[in-house]
């Protein structure tokens, strides 16, 4: 009997392999077995058996890693349609899988139709209303509530500490969803955190409607601010929508900064009187400012030299409380004192604006105020925040989020919202949009947002507080530009030490994709990344543009299986990036 076997490698396979006589009995489809596999030995899945093979000399599983198969035919189903989606290799796709399975517990078919609904409310009501949706059902049922971070789910945990039929998990637990559980509960769905950012680089709620369907569980949503792609699906009456009372949020003050322009400071007369206002009042103020330490760019004035990265082609961001420069993506510090690596001077001026900078200018507005700054470190590869004591006034990044439900403001203000705006990704209209309501929903009294752009769509629905109104323009414009929910884009990454190699590896494959791909595909020419050089490795994407995901996933990986690439360079693919 042979074995076809794949494993948790960029490698599709399936390998045959012989099972040995004694094995026959108990190697299984599903089963984890370890076999030689290069230089070492692997362990590795089995997808399917055979008869026989078309490959003469066969090398042995070795061994039986447990006692029955860790997959059925359900999760092998999934699997396959998972890496058909993501362009993983199916055992990428059984290794995410095995790597959450719960004790290796059997997955379970249940006959029913999955309903699918949203509830929408306001943060302080996520808790309330998850207990209405748990109390929906029998005695007994089993729930997974799944939140974006630890920070969030903390409270929750609390609430159901010691329930036996509740499981609190984050992004990799959907995995562990299936016909065990009565229901899925998915808190804040838009979260970017729920996207996984290495391969395979799932969307979790992608993954759950998937599960789903295979495996019969109910799928409840609660959030503020579902994603574009959820609410289209509750427009084609695929999802039920349920609005609870309260679910609103604030309008928003647009404060156009064009009419101060020739008033010094980073904080308008409006929101300055506010603030004020609210400390007499004896009330809190938080600013928001995605932008951390002190300025965000140092440039040489004697030579014009833009101080970068030595990893990194990313400007280094100077923080005037560590006095030394920091880069946004990996570990790199300099000390303040360095010169300049072109002109051998020290002649630097930083400019732009950074947390540290609106912290200083405050200081100076309200001596007498607890001013702090609170912002997520990004120094190490575990991401953690700061301890935050007593303030009245707190300046912030959207890390401030963890604590939504928990804190209440009087007044909350973003410092540079045409920030949010302008960043280069597809989502970043409904990404500063959701921003906004999470943070207006830690407002009591009044949200201001500080624009250049006041005209802008997104901001024109925050100041009316006209939420549908948004998803109308946005769903009307992602159609017009061929985006998610209406196409798709994969993004094929190329990264590697060698600038050359990586850019050849990425112009060869666009080449042949240029001559197989059918007329109503898109597909851009191989472009250097937002950050050409990451880490030490330089990256280039090719977008292919189409109607159906596996379609174009499995015209590319034909592509790519009649190409040479570069043993150092790495290849990813990311949908809907």
Known sequence: MIAQIVFDLPLDGPFDYLIPEDMVPRIKVGARVKVSFGPRPQIGFVVGLLAQSTISKLKPIQSLCDASAVFNSLDLAFARE??????????????????????????????????LTLYRCQPDAYLPRIQEIIKGYPPHSRFLILVPDAFRGEMLFQQFKGAGSIKLGMRSSVFESDGHYDCVIMVDEEDASYKQEQTPMYDTTQVLLTRSKIFGFDIAFVGISPSVELMAMVREGLVRSIETSGAGVPSARLIDLTNYKFIPGLISPPVRDALEAALKAGKKGILVLNRRGSYRLTRCVDCGEILKCIHCDSALIFSRSEGKFLCRHCTYTAPGSTVCPKCRKSSWKSIGIGVEQVQTELKKQFPQARIIAFERETGSTVKTVKPVSDFDILITTQAVLRFQGRWQVGVAAFIDFDAELNRLDMRSAFKAFSLALHISSMALESVFIQTRNSGHYVLQHLSRGKIQGFYDDELKLRKELGFSPFKHWVKISWRGKSEKFTQEASRQVYNELGKAAPENYTITPPLADAVGRKRGQFRFNVMVQADDVSQAVALIKSVLAGTKRPSRVILTFNIDP
Not at 82 to 96: I, N, P, R, V
């Open 82 to 115: 998972f890496c058909s989606y993501y362009g993983c290799s199916l055992g990428e796709a059984l290794g995410a899988m095995f790597r959450n399975k719960e004790n290796h517990r059997p997955s379970l078919y249940r006959e029913h139709k999955p309903g």
